[in-house]
């Protein structure tokens, strides 16, 4: 059986692209705080040799996912047809937009649904009464998973195994003087999560952003996403946060899984 399994893996990797996995790491190089890159800069982000990302670059320019300003690259908003594809494809949006509108709407904060990928949130629906906080998200918005409550929830889900690999592979550094970095204490913290169902932190992801989050879950009790409800750290606490809206989150977190049990890929991409 092991053998079979390994020449079928080896198989599938020579039908893999190459050039489109490298393609893939060019467009992944580009982040928020650097939306301009230049050549050697992205070659080294992505670990690619130059001219290789070269290479990359002007494929992905010629099919209008890339431009170019003096020696620099940057992306174009053609790109964003990639992440729209996966919401158009399982209609997540229109599935949960109602149930976080009346989130925001009884909270008057935000509300927002995330699931993993890799090391990060992303987020695949918000809604928002008013924006109050300094870190604002949107749809295709992505954060690192360890300070924030929606990732402790998602990270809480995962097989021991998958926990070990991420924080392998995760980088976990301070973003702000609260931000807890001690990967035995971050283990605990999602332990505990586990434990209540619920994770709540403050001041961890940037100042002022306060959020609880609870696990949605598919059919056979997986858990596939994140909800929560932020608010701002001078209009809330973190206790009184955890008290009010845990409840309400739970309930709305209930709806949502029935909902979301017609969306057979985020249970296959909790798995992988």
């Given amino acids: 059986m092991r053998k079979n399994n390994f020449m079928a893996q080896t198989a599938s990797r020579r ?21 301009s890159l230049t050549l050697s800069e992205i070659a080294s982000r992505a670990g690619l040799p130059a001219a290789t990302a070269r290479r990359c670059l002007l494929t992905l320019a010629e099919c209008g996912y890339v431009m170019q300003s003096g020696r620099n690259f940057l992306l174009r908003p053609k790109v964003l047809e990639l992440g729209a594809a996966y919401l158009d ?3 997540i949006e229109v599935l949960t937009k109602t149930y976080l509108e009346d989130l925001a709407s009884q909270t008057g904060d935000s509300a927002a649904l995330t699931v993993l990928d890799r090391t990060d949130i992303v987020y695949v629906a918000r809604a928002s009464v008013r924006t109050l906080l300094r870190l604002e998200a949107h749809v295709g918005s992505r954060f690192p998973a360890y300070p924030t409550s929606m990732g402790r929830v998602l990270l809480a889900g995962l097989s021991p195994q998958r926990l ?30 586990r434990r209540a169902g619920y994770s709540a932190v403050e001041d ?48 709305i977190s209930a709806q949502m899984s029935r909902e979301l049990q017609r969306v057979p890929g985020l249970s296959l991409s909790a798995q992988t």
Avoid: W
Wanted: hydrophobic residues 40%; aromatic residues 4%.
């Fill in 15 to 35: 039908e893999a692209m190459g050039g489109l996995a490298k393609g893939l790491e060019v467009i992944r190089a580009f982040t928020h705080d650097s939306p």
């Fill in 204 to 251: 961890e992801l940037a100042y002022g952003v306060v959020a609880v989050a609870v696990p949605v879950f598919d059919k056979t009790r997986r858990v596939v996403a994140a909800l929560n409800s932020s608010s701002h750290s001078k209009k809330m606490t973190r206790a009184k946060l955890v008290k009010e809206r845990v409840p309400l989150l739970q309930t």
């Fill in 89 to 91: 494809s399982m209609n």
């Fill in 164 to 193: 070990d690999r991420y924080f392998d592979e995760a980088e976990i550094n301070a973003l702000t003087e609260r931000t807890t970095t001690d990967r035995a204490k971050l283990r605990a913290l999602i332990d505990e999560c």
